[in-house]
């Protein structure tokens, strides 16, 4: 009646963590920092609030992706 569970594996081979983590943190701080920089040369009638979105949310994307591989990397199994 019972059968044998599946093992659960990540999709995503334990040797690519720590590789995964560099690119994405780099990117992420990349987008990050160009998002500060738009922010702080911008003036307020200038602003694109669509533009703001996007770069944050990508920002924020890389950078939770990156520390996700980070920590996986490090062998903390979140």
Do not use: D, H, Q
Not at 64 to 76: C, I, K, N, R
């Amino acid at each position: 009646m019972a059968s044998a569970a599946k093992a659960i594996s990540s999709p995503v081979p334990n040797e690519w963590y720590p590789t995964l983590a560099v690119v994405m943190l780099s990117v992420g701080l990349v987008v990050a920092a160009s998002f500060f920089i738009y922010e702080a040369t911008c003036t307020k009638r200038n602003r694109c609030i669509v533009k703001e979105l996007i770069t944050s949310g990508v920002a924020s994307l890389f950078l939770g992706f990156g520390s996700l591989f980070l920590l996986l990397s490090a062998g903390v199994y979140v």
